[in-house]
């Protein structure tokens, strides 16, 4: 069974721009949220997603946005970049956030660049 | 802010057991307690999780204690590709986010 997949691996953008972050999660997995990780600030949760909706919500500024599609693919939006959006981005998949016990499985994430 | 408390380094010999503590004094009774580790440039990857009792797989075994205030994951055999930072983390069912320490960073050395 695949992994979770993110394009692209490596991305190059400018102070100002805006960027787009794809996720692909596990086949049959349903829920996917969203990390950033710095030097600075380790790993940090930015959103989750269920079904299409919203569930969570980290302490981000509204630059930050996602969404999730109906099969379960999932994209996260940075506008206006600034130079402390350099990270790796990184998303999770599981099958349900529900009352199951499950693990998230991660991507490779993608490395953000902002110069 | 993270729940848990770990120490920053640690170092192991290849072959031995790599003992890894994790202090979680403030965990709740629904909170699950979840070792994962990340390689150098690469997502962080699901080890083991458990309530209460200790849980062993084919990667590691947790032991928790008795009050559910520590934990300790064990890889029993440590490779050179066991180098990574490992984190600890408590979670609730039904809530996907994980909340992150600094973690553990093992150096597993021949």
């Known amino acids: 069974k695949a992994g979770v997949t993110q394009t692209p691996r490596y991305l190059i953008k400018t102070r100002g721009q805006q960027v787009t972050l794809s996720c692909s999660p596990i086949s049959g997995h349903r829920s996917v949220s969203w990390y950033q990780q710095t030097p600075g600030q380790g790993l940090q949760f930015l959103f989750e997603y269920f079904s299409e909706t919203q569930r969570n919500k980290g302490n981000f500024p509204g630059r930050f946005s996602g969404r999730q599609f109906s099969n379960s693919r999932s994209e996260m939006n940075v506008s206006t970049l600034e130079l402390g959006d350099s990270a790796l981005y990184l998303c999770?998949?599981?099958?349900?956030?529900?009352?199951?016990?499950?693990?998230?499985?991660f991507g490779n994430g993608t490395r953000l660049t902002v110069t | 802010d993270a729940k848990t408390t770990q120490p920053p380094s640690m170092d192991c010999a290849e072959g031995r057991a790599a003992n890894l503590p994790c202090n979680h004094s403030?965990?709740?009774?629904?909170?699950?307690v979840y070792w994962y580790r990340q390689i150098h440039s690469q997502g962080p990857q699901y080890i083991i999780h458990g309530l209460k009792n200790n849980e062993t797989n084919e990667m590691a075994s947790l032991i928790i204690t008795e009050d559910r205030k520590s934990s300790t994951l064990i890889l029993p055999h440590a490779t050179l590709r066991d180098t990574a930072v490992y984190y600890c983390?408590?979670?609730?069912?039904?809530?996907?986010?994980?909340?992150f320490g600094q973690g553990t960073e093992l150096s597993v050395k021949p």
């Open positions: 999770a998949s599981s099958i349900s956030p529900g009352q199951s016990v499950t693990a998230l499985h």
């Open positions: 983390i408590v979670r609730v069912v039904g809530v996907g986010k994980l909340i």
């Open positions: 403030t965990i709740s009774g629904n909170e699950y």
